[in-house]
């Protein structure tokens, strides 16, 4: 029933600066967490960022200081601020949720992704 839709890929120089947006369909508030992964070709699909209910955020290491996860619960929508964009970080971007079940479960929400291309 949950749709996640990313948005705001493209193709950027090295050094440039995209943000990638992603619109829950439901309220945002609902998610445990909520992150932004990427898989580039022939790589394992990777945690980029997350952030949880109370607004905690992980940023992984190749891209702290330079990544941001942000949110905006009145838009149910997460973002992902990226600065200073190298080649490496070329990859299909997705955007994922979790939701606590009232029996203590999780789900997990996936977005259909979205290309970011860093190349001159």
């Known amino acids: 029933q949950v749709q996640l839709m990313e948005s705001g890929g493209g193709l950027v120089q090295p050094g440039g600066s995209l943000r990638l947006s992603c619109a829950a369909s439901g309220r945002i508030s609902s998610f445990r967490v909520m992150g932004w992964y990427r898989q580039a070709p022939g790589k394992e699909r990777e945690l980029v960022a997350g952030i949880t209910r109370v607004g905690s955020t992980n940023h992984a290491d190749s891209v702290k200081g330079r990544f941001t996860i942000t949110r905006d619960n009145a838009k149910n929508t997460v973002y992902l601020q990226m600065n200073s964009l190298k080649s490496e970080d070329t990859a299909v971007y997705y955007c994922?949720?979790?939701?606590?079940?009232?029996?203590?479960?999780?789900?997990?929400?996936w977005g259909q992704g979205t290309q970011v291309t860093v190349s001159s």
């Open positions: 994922n949720a979790v939701q606590a079940q009232a029996s203590g479960a999780t789900y997990t929400y």
